[in-house]
């Protein structure tokens, strides 16, 4: 079975009741039980941490353990050198997800240092985000 993890960064874990006109009122847990329903044939890994360190960590523990990683690092995003390292230190594809469009937010959020690591990104399609990112992977391993 292919296994993915889903990585979510600071402040996700307030998903649902953080700035819902932005972020949507579902929590992350009861959109996680769902996805698992959508894709039974994924094994899918949540780990959500508001710590930088705790993220690379967790991307280190994937090597030999995951098919494919979809991370949305929140603002770390647009601030981590060491985050964007990790990636690419782990050698396996990485798809990055925002939930809003961050090219059409604050000019800070236009900037990813992570982007670049990643095999591709998908931003502003709203929590399904995480969804689309699964069925590259399944459509990839089916080619
Ligand atoms: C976000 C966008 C980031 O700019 C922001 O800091 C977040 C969430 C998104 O999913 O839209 O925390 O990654």
Same mark, same amino acid.
């Given at each position: 079975?292919?296994? +993915?993890? &889903?990585?979510?960064?600071?402040? =996700?874990?307030?998903? @649902?009741?953080?700035?819902?006109?932005?972020? %949507?009122?579902? *929590?992350?847990?009861?959109?996680? *039980?769902?996805?698992?329903?959508? #894709?039974?044939?994924?094994? =899918?890994?949540?780990?959500? $941490?508001?710590?930088? %360190?705790? /993220?690379?960590?967790? =991307?280190? *523990?994937?090597?030999?353990?995951?098919? @494919?990683?979809?991370?949305? !690092?929140?603002?770390? *995003?647009?601030? $981590?050198?060491?985050?964007?390292?990790? &990636?690419?230190?782990?050698?396996?594809?990485?798809?990055?997800?925002?939930?809003?469009?961050?090219?059409?937010?604050?000019?800070?959020?236009?900037?990813?240092?992570? !982007?670049?690591?990643?095999? @591709?990104? &998908?931003?502003? +399609?709203?929590?399904? @985000?995480?969804? /689309? !990112?699964?069925?590259? #992977?399944?459509?990839?391993?089916?080619?």
């Amino acid at each position: 079975m292919m296994q +993915l993890a &889903i990585i979510n960064g600071p402040n =996700l874990n307030l998903l @649902g009741v953080r700035e819902p006109h932005i972020y %949507g009122n579902q *929590t992350f847990e009861d959109y996680l *039980t769902i996805l698992s329903k959508r #894709f039974p044939g994924v094994e =899918l890994h949540y780990y959500q $941490s508001n710590v930088e %360190g705790e /993220l690379i960590n967790y =991307l280190h *523990t994937c090597m030999g353990k995951m098919d @494919g990683v979809i991370i949305n !690092a929140g603002a770390y *995003t647009h601030t $981590s050198i060491a985050l964007a390292d990790a &990636i690419a230190a782990i050698a396996l594809p990485v798809v990055e997800v925002h939930i809003s469009n961050v090219l059409a937010r604050e000019e800070y959020r236009k900037t990813s240092y992570i !982007a670049s690591k990643c095999v @591709g990104s &998908i931003s502003g +399609l709203g929590i399904n @985000g995480y969804a /689309l !990112a699964v069925q590259y #992977f399944i459509d990839k391993a089916n080619n």
